[in-house]
């Protein structure tokens, strides 16, 4: 199975409350490391492991966060597929029901509402 449909599984398995996800990708073939790299790391900000059996950490925020968005990732892993880079993914970390945090002081009712407004799920 292709990378991108794999995680797209992955994404589908999740409730919808979740916040984080922190996967790690492993290539097939350790010659295309650099062509790989070039499309994880600028499409993704994916990591590099150093003396680990897996090469890339990547971290995924759902709708906030210090992260890239699941979309970004789903595009870097068919840049993959596409380049016949083939390898395997598997999730370390799944965080769900965490809530973004924003200090609301100082700010009239209608921002407040507006801003439970655009956050309701």
């Given at each position: ?54 090469h890339w950490r990547v971290l995924v925020a759902h709708r906030f966060g210090h992260a890239a968005a699941p979309t970004a990732v789903l595009s870097a892993l068919s840049l993959l597929d ?40």
């Amino acid at each position: 199975m292709s990378l991108a449909k794999n995680f797209q599984r992955v994404l589908d398995s999740l409730p919808d409350d979740w916040t984080d996800l922190s996967l790690d990708l492993r290539i097939a073939d350790e010659d295309r490391y650099v062509e790989a790299a070039t499309y994880v790391t600028t499409t993704c900000n994916a990591q590099p492991y150093s003396r680990h059996d897996w090469h890339w950490r990547v971290l995924v925020a759902h709708r906030f966060g210090h992260a890239a968005a699941p979309t970004a990732v789903l595009s870097a892993l068919s840049l993959l597929d596409q380049a016949s880079i083939t390898g395997e993914i598997i999730v370390r970390d799944v965080r769900v029901g965490r809530a973004e945090v924003e200090p609301m002081w100082g700010r009239g009712e209608t921002a407040r509402q507006e801003f439970r407004r655009l956050r309701a799920h």
